[in-house]
């Protein structure tokens, strides 16, 4: 049979091998092997067909259970997505739908104490770009980006950018905040203004937001009592969202700064709703915005000007640089003016300022540091200024009473134990004779401080403790508490500290210097006013308030800061009283010769005043007056100081006349009845 196969119809030999070989021909291997098979199967009674069922049962099986297993997975899938996390999901839908914007309120403005306003508001317009409002699609970005740039470019009038350098510099800044709302472009002048009206419609993430700036009135006049504000940081709105966002600015100094939570806004909430195109659908009002409180000074703006007019005049006369000059409310501690000589112009921080101008005072080239509040915050030598302390404590004391004599001779010579040739001579700047308390402080006599301040021969003096201990209850060595920042406190010298600082003993020689305000005394303007307040008085040391009242939009009262007292009584009134009379006495020259301070009494009020003369050395002194006026009801403390002035002259004297003589006579003041009479 295999042969007749090979050998039926078909010659096997003819076969032409060429292709593939025909399907109808049989190997005779494959014959072979399929008898074998079926032969194995017969034996082990198993069937080949029903291997294959077997199978194929096994695979629709696995089938089965895998598709199961996918649809299970799909279905917890489902029910996470829907279920668990379905509230989440609609949130953040919800979010892309609706946006939550700010509504823009005002700052509160500044007031001096006849409500004249030193302080404005004024309209400004940034460029903003809403980053998730830009197109997606990247030409489409880039074209927008491109326009705002140009736009930019054109409104430059010194051309000092190319626009392809705005347009990437533009790209990058957007690209690499992490804010979705990016300030642009601050205080738009016109010419971009209308620029970018025009074709806002067509730059879609882009909008024209309006904004205020701040107006100083005669801004370096008011700058180191009023401060500026300048632009938030992120860390700073960070803090207090609710009130701020990436366009505001927040006071940096004054009182710009320390009243930073009565005069900052609270803005409204927006709910805007979109559509997928980023078009408006709906706006809602969530809550209204609220403007800040404003305030009201103790400020006499006039005497403000007037003493700063003076100071200015004075210093060109004498060829200083620097100045200070306050005048304090001596019955409630109120600030009636604050001056620090260089000043500088607070608009200059504004947006939009002379850019040119703001790098030069921040560079400081001439060294005069005009932001530096001196009134506040510089440290100097007083010198007789500090006499009136002095003798209030000697008599407390009783070091000494009022009435006893103590020969001047100008000069004090104290012996040296180690080398009796060369004696320490401590000098006066004139020969006084025979002096007592009220002489000693219209002259101004060193010998007779010397002496009640360190004890010489046989008067005891008050030592270097007890004059340290009087002159903190005047509020020396402290911060007054004023409410401006950077306030520094003064600082008074001791034993424990010269030995700590500089090795050595304290010396008789150094409680000589500290009794008339030399050495390594320095105390601030404010804590030297301050004190001189409570002689004025009668005892009481008030803290130095600026802010009268908090006031709302109409003007009314929200909270009126009462006087704060920080002691008082701490020394006898009848001492007190003693010590005016000594400074009374320096103005009208009573039994005093060579007072120090006769001019001012020409003014139309009578005054009581005590200056000082510190020296720096080479011939250079810092040159101090303190006056309180009307005697008898003292309404104004005035002190003033210049620095450096060379040689030995009453610089500020003239100043202090023209101030009391224009602010009792031509300036805001009414006199009392008893005032107008001829003295």
Aim: hydrophobic share 40%; aromatic share 8%.
């Amino acid at each position: 049979m295999f042969k007749k196969f090979l050998t039926g119809s078909k010659n096997f030999d003819d076969i032409e091998l060429k292709g593939e070989m025909n399907s109808e021909f049989i190997e005779p291997h494959e014959i072979l092997l399929d008898s074998l098979a079926k032969k194995r199967e017969q034996e082990l009674g198993i069937s080949e067909k029903k291997l294959e069922v077997l199978l194929l049962r096994k695979i629709l099986h696995g089938f089965y259970i895998v598709s199961i297993l996918l649809i299970l997975i799909l279905l917890a899938k489902t029910f996470q997505l829907q279920i668990v996390e379905g509230k989440n999901f609609s949130i953040l839908a919800e979010g892309n739908k609706f946006i939550i914007s700010q509504i823009q309120a005002e700052r509160g403005v500044i007031y001096d104490k006849n409500l004249n306003q030193l302080v404005f508001n004024q309209l400004s317009f940034d460029l903003i770009c809403q980053k998730d409002n830009l197109p997606q699609d990247k030409t489409e970005r880039e074209r927008v980006i491109g326009e705002v740039a140009e736009i930019i470019e054109e409104g430059d009038e010194d051309k000092s950018s190319s626009s392809p350098f705005v347009r990437l510099r533009l790209a990058r800044v957007i690209e690499e905040s992490t804010s979705t709302q990016i300030l642009i472009f601050e205080n738009l002048d016109h010419q971009n203004l209308i620029l970018l009206q025009t074709k806002i419609k067509e730059l879609p993430g882009f909008s024209v937001k309006d904004n205020v700036i701040r107006e100083y009135k005669d801004g370096a006049t008011f700058s180191h009592l009023i401060g500026y504000t300048n632009k938030i940081k992120s860390e700073e709105m960070e803090k207090a969202p609710d009130f701020y966002s990436v366009f505001d600015y927040v006071g940096r100094t004054g009182i710009e700064n320390f009243y930073e939570e009565a005069l900052r806004k609270n803005p409204g909430k927006l709910r805007i709703e979109r559509d997928a195109q980023g078009n408006i659908i709906s706006q809602e009002t969530v809550s209204l915005p609220e403007s800040g409180k404003s305030l009201v000074l103790w400020l006499d703006s006039d005497l403000q000007k007037k003493i700063k007019e003076e100071l200015e005049k004075e210093l060109q006369i004498v060829g200083a640089k620097r100045a200070v000059g306050i005048a304090l409310d001596p019955k409630t501690g109120g600030v009636l003016s604050l001056v620090s000589l260089p000043d500088f112009d607070n608009n200059l921080f504004q947006k939009g300022a002379d850019p040119e101008a703001l790098s030069e005072l921040l560079k400081d080239t001439s060294g005069l540091n005009p932001l530096f509040n001196r009134a506040i915050s510089g440290g100097y030598l007083t010198g007789s200024t500090i006499k009136p302390l002095i003798a209030s404590a000697a008599l407390e004391e009783n070091i000494i009473s009022p009435e006893k004599k103590l020969d001047c001779e100008g000069k004090i010579v104290i012996p040296n134990i180690w080398d009796p040739a060369s004696p320490t001579i401590k000098k006066d700047w004139t020969t006084h004779g025979w002096t007592d308390l009220r002489k000693a402080l219209a002259e101004s006599c060193n010998v007779y401080f010397y002496t009640v301040g360190g004890g010489f021969e046989n008067q005891k003096g008050l030592g270097p403790t007890k004059i340290k201990e009087y002159l903190e209850l005047f509020g020396w060595n402290q911060k007054t508490g004023i409410d401006l920042p950077g306030e520094e406190e003064g600082f008074i010298p001791d034993k424990e500290w010269k030995k700590k600082v500089w090795g050595n003993d304290w010396w008789d020689g150094d409680t000589y210097n500290l009794s008339i305000g030399q050495g390594f005394l320095q105390i601030t303007p404010m804590e030297v006013i301050n004190s001189f307040a409570a002689i004025a008085n009668g005892g009481t040391l008030y803290k130095p308030k600026v802010v009268k009242d908090i006031i709302d939009g109409d003007k009314k009262i929200v909270e009126e800061f009462k006087p704060e007292i920080i002691s008082q009584n701490f020394i006898d009134p009848n001492n007190l009283q003693i010590v005016r009379e000594g400074m009374r006495q320096a103005v009208t020259g009573q039994s005093s010769p060579q007072a120090s301070a006769v001019i001012l009494n020409s003014l139309p009020v009578s005054v009581a005043a005590k200056t000082g003369t510190a020296e720096l050395g080479g011939s250079s002194y810092n040159n101090w007056i303190t006056v309180f006026a009307p005697y008898d009801d003292p309404q104004i403390v005035l002190t003033l100081m210049i620095e450096n002035v060379k040689g030995v002259q009453a610089a500020v004297l003239p100043v202090a006349r023209s101030v009391l003589e224009w602010y009792f006579g031509s300036g805001t003041t009414t006199l009392p009845a008893s005032e107008n009479e001829v003295r």
